[in-house]
């Protein structure tokens, strides 16, 4: 199969290096000739014929955008595109599907489940790396926003929101705050005065009892995330 290195000045992403586009399309011919003209186009092209291949790849490297069949031997593309949004490795990968279904219904399913676009078989190639580039261009200010995760939590700043395995957890302004403390200091431990002092200001006057309660509902509703907050016997918490 052709792998795309047609061309060696290859447009750089944000991190300064080669932009990767991988295919996902069992289609050997179609599969080809996508990989070419994105490697035509200056991308860092690689094709898979099936999700297993795709699987073992993206498990040591991440491409900055994913096109996407349908009808795959080993895993249907809906599958696939929902495991990529529920893993909060992979959530803001782009997703183009690539398929022979044209129904408005099939559409309108896979941009809920988080494609970022939808292109019918047959296809014009132009067309194509357009979308690309079109999607790529609205993608950027995701791959620019910081997220603080450890485990299976993650953070977002910047939208003030709190994720466990992907799916939002709803939390108060102090236990957000105790969290957003510990993820941007992984692994330091907090007495209860200092996170009375950075979470309530050293004008509060309280029992560290206060603390304690806090952080056994934080644990509560971070569910299977909650393990990332440790005691630290006789001195305070850390999340690690």
Not at 19 to 30: L, R
Not at 37 to 48: C, E, K, L, Q, V
Not at 138 to 151: D, F, I, N, S, T
Request: hydrophobic share 40%; net charge neutral; aromatic share 6%.
């Amino acid at each position: 199969m052709y792998n795309g290195t047609v061309r060696k000045n290859y447009i750089l992403n944000q991190r300064g290096e080669p932009m990767k586009i991988w295919c996902i399309e069992d289609d050997v011919n179609i599969n080809n000739l996508v990989v070419y003209a994105m490697g035509s186009s200056g991308y860092d092209a690689r094709g898979f014929t099936t999700f297993a291949e795709f699987d073992r790849a993206i498990k040591t490297e991440k491409p900055d955008l994913v096109i996407l069949d349908v009808m795959l031997p080993d895993m249907d593309g809906m599958e696939i595109l929902q495991q990529l949004r529920e893993n909060p490795a992979t959530r803001n990968i782009p997703v183009i599907m690539l398929t022979a279904k044209t129904a408005e219904i099939d559409k309108v399913r896979a941009l809920d489940m988080g494609a970022d676009d939808y292109v019918p078989k047959p296809f014009g190639v132009m067309e194509l790396i357009s979308r690309v580039r079109a999607v790529l261009r609205r993608a950027m200010p995701k791959q620019e926003e910081k997220v603080l995760c450890c485990g299976n939590v993650c953070l977002v700043p910047s939208r003030h929101r709190v994720e466990v395995d992907g799916v939002p957890i709803e939390l108060t302004l102090k236990e957000y705050n105790l969290l957003h403390l510990m993820l941007s200091n992984l692994g330091q431990v907090f007495t209860r005065k200092q996170l009375m002092d950075k979470v309530w200001g050293d004008s509060y006057v309280g029992e560290s009892r206060t603390i304690d309660m806090h952080i056994k509902t934080l644990r509560q509703k971070l569910e299977s995330g909650g393990d990332i907050i440790k005691t630290v016997r006789g001195v305070g918490y850390k999340a690690e």
